[in-house]
């Protein structure tokens, strides 16, 4: 299913909902919440697949949630669109009342191509697990230079559960609570490019990882000033022989 140039306003819930292996590209579009009264969601993805490009998600309790296996690509589509030239999905959140920019869980990922996701005032001011995208359960975030996240109330990027997040470029900026937080069992790869450096500063604690979890790549962090983790790696792995 295709889905171009729609607004849909003011849902029950979820204004699209993607299940049973369903595979749905959006594109040119408006989702929002007018008033920013709970509980809404933008995207509901379950066992289901979804690409998104040039696309504003506003005034959601959850942007995007992805479960039981579900799938988003941030990525454009030209092979179905190919005059189509992408900009970003925006989500934003003007009412302050959302709690999760994007919540990757149960198996979940999320994955960023070559179109940029701009989270904006994302989370609650108690922090918690609430924030710009959170990773748990088993999910994966997959995000080079086209993540930026900027604001949030609670966190910037949340791992926890035993998930996996890699980050090549990012940028995560301005959180009230964490920059990176990564817990139980969890691990987050930051690697190079060609891209500038992962930007993780001006956010409460720029990274934290509690004992039991691992951020690689420290050496491709830049400017991250609050730093609590007895885990954090300058490179990919522990010196190997």
């Known amino acids: 299913m295709s889905l171009s140039r729609v607004t ?15 595979d749905v590209h959006i594109e040119s579009s408006l989702f929002e919440n007018s008033t920013g009264a709970p ?17 504003t ?18 990525q454009s589509f030209r092979n179905y669109f190919p005059t189509t030239t992408p900009t970003d999905v925006v989500i934003e ?6 709690f999760y920019g994007v919540q990757v869980r149960n198996g979940s990922s999320l ?11 994302p989370g609650q001011p108690w922090g918690g697990n609430t924030g710009g995208v959170t990773v748990s359960d088993g999910g994966t975030l997959s995000a080079g230079a086209n993540l930026l996240i900027s604001g949030s109330q609670g966190q910037g990027v949340f791992v926890s559960n035993n998930s996996h997040a890699s980050l090549a470029g990012s ?12 817990a139980n069992l969890s691990t987050v790869a930051v690697g190079t490019g060609t891209n500038p450096l992962t930007q993780i500063t001006g956010n ?16 491709n962090i830049a400017n991250a000033t609050s730093v609590k983790c007895g885990n954090l790696l300058t490179g990919d792995t522990e010196p190997i022989p």
């Not at 849909?8 to 369903?22: C, H, K, N, Q, Y």
């Not at 509980?39 to 696309?55: A, K």
């Not at 959140?93 to 959302?98: D, F, K, L, V, W």
């Open 8 to 22: 849909a306003r003011d849902p029950g819930f979820a204004t699209l909902a993607a299940f049973d292996v369903s």
């Open 39 to 55: 509980w809404h969601e933008g995207l509901f993805v379950g066992s289901g697949h979804v690409t998104m490009q040039t696309t």
């Open 57 to 74: 998600i506003r005034n959601m309790q959850v942007g995007i949630d992805i479960f039981s296996n579900g799938d988003v690509d941030i």
């Open 93 to 98: 959140n003007p009412a302050g009342t959302n």
């Open 111 to 121: 994955n960023l191509g070559d179109t940029k996701l701009r989270i904006t005032n």
């Open 171 to 182: 940028s995560i900026t301005g959180s009230s609570h964490g920059g990176l937080v990564v």
């Open 204 to 219: 409460g604690t720029d990274l934290f990882c509690d004992s039991k979890s691992v951020i690689t790549g420290g050496a």
